[in-house]
């Protein structure tokens, strides 16, 4: 034992390390997790500790056996917005498809109109609220989507807001550059001149002004298709800027396999992704998020091809893809639910999915997603018997405990 004490040791817990020990979800039971400077100093069973818990840290905090996580990981949402979706809701269940409400105004561009007229205090406000939700559950790092301005002021607007949440919210926010959204109304007719504003003013600035991390796009037939995504990731790698690419969701258009191309951190939705792509995917490394709640809502019946992705070894990741449209969910653990009732996968996969898995869709797996010694000490505490419970109930399980870069916050 150094002669500097950690900081903190948690003891008499179980651990889903989300590491590959040889035990399902990375466990060790009846173990202890030290925290020092904000990070993980030691993980382990307690037999294992170099000397009495007292000796180990200035302070002491007893789990009595609950379950430890690493803090969970929402790695696509669509988070900042304004505005209600619900009569699109209505028409869907009356008989409207998701393209047919678009083709009439409803869709994207209804969001798009709201988030313009909406104040900033407004915007930030509803936002907040929605991540003080996903902190109750546990999620201590959240990927958020532009795409609801579709000009270079608002766009910007959007990111620079995201910066303002992350200043007064303890969850990291992920921003990511989504302009290429939807072509907005004031290019109706025009897509190609829109993706040159995205490509000669949008990224340029968003790149020099350090507003994001990564840029996306939305490759289907009712948005970009593949020759107009290929400039906006070009434009985007010339920038020195990550890409994600949401794909494949209502028509197989090829873009699990540009994703693949341009070395894409995730590609996102995926129910028509062709045997190709997903090969495809596995060779570049990137990421499949699957998206269940927008699946649900829509009433979808095409299953991504999960089993596919198996055998070709893609990670898979979960996450809400909370938005006001097709997702209005913001529970990590509804999605943990769905992803095994609508996706059938087990709850180990689903647990990955929001924890390691996740880490990788936004490029952070070096210090978030598992416990381990040198990464962040985010770490989630539940009263729960067993992992699987985290995907078991529907709603109602809440963290009890929540630990971000090592300091306690509820």
């Not at 794909?247 to 540009?258: E, K, P």
Request: with cysteine; hydrophobic share 40%.
């Amino acid at each position: 034992m150094t002669t500097r004490k950690w900081d903190t040791l948690i003891v008499n817990a179980n651990l889903a390390t989300m590491t590959e020990n040889g035990c399902a979800y990375g466990e060790i039971r009846q173990a202890a997790i030290a925290i020092d400077s904000a990070s993980i100093a030691w993980v382990g069973p307690m037999s294992e500790l170099p000397d009495t818990p007292a000796e180990c840290a200035r302070t002491l905090f007893n789990a009595n056996g609950m379950w430890i996580t690493p803090g969970l990981i929402d790695c696509h949402t669509h988070l900042l917005f304004a505005g209600s979706r619900a009569w699109e809701f209505e028409f869907r269940l009356n008989g409207k498809s998701y393209q047919e409400i678009a083709e009439d105004g409803g869709g994207i561009l209804s969001t798009v109109r709201a988030t313009r007229e909406a104040t900033d205090s407004r915007l930030l406000s509803d936002s907040a609220n929605r991540l003080q939700h996903m902190l109750a559950e546990g999620v201590t790092s959240v990927e958020i989507k532009s795409g609801y301005g579709l000009s270079l002021e608002q766009e910007l607007r959007l990111l620079s807001a995201c910066k303002r949440l992350q200043d007064r919210h303890p969850i990291d926010i992920y921003p990511t550059l989504l302009a290429a959204h939807a072509v907005p109304e004031e290019y109706t007719g025009r897509p190609d001149e829109y993706v040159d504003l995205i490509c000669e003013s949008i990224i340029p600035q968003v790149a020099e002004q350090q507003l994001a991390d990564s840029v996306d796009a939305y490759c289907e037939t009712l948005a970009f298709n593949p020759a107009q995504v290929r400039r906006v990731f070009d434009a985007a790698k010339a920038h020195k800027l990550d890409v994600r690419l949401h794909a494949d969701q209502f028509s197989d258009s090829g873009g699990a396999a540009l994703a693949a191309e341009y070395k894409a951190l995730s590609a996102d939705h995926l129910e028509y992704a062709s045997e190709d792509g997903i090969r495809a995917m596995a060779a570049s490394g990137t990421t499949a998020v699957l998206l269940p709640g927008a699946f649900y809502m829509l009433g979808e019946t095409r299953l991504p091809p999960i089993d596919r992705m198996r055998e070709h070894g893609v990670r898979l990741a979960v996450a809400t893809d909370c938005n006001p449209g097709s997702s209005p969910l913001s529970s990590i653990l509804t999605a943990l639910n769905l992803s095994c009732i609508c996706f059938r996968l087990t709850p180990e996969e689903a647990l990955q999915g929001v924890t390691i898995n996740a880490a990788h869709a936004l490029g952070i797996a070096h210090r978030a997603g598992s416990l381990e010694v040198g990464k962040i000490a985010d770490l989630a505490l539940w009263h729960i018997d067993e992992p699987a419970e985290l995907t078991y109930w529907i709603g109602g399980r809440k963290c009890r405990h929540l630990y971000k870069n090592g300091e306690c916050l509820f």
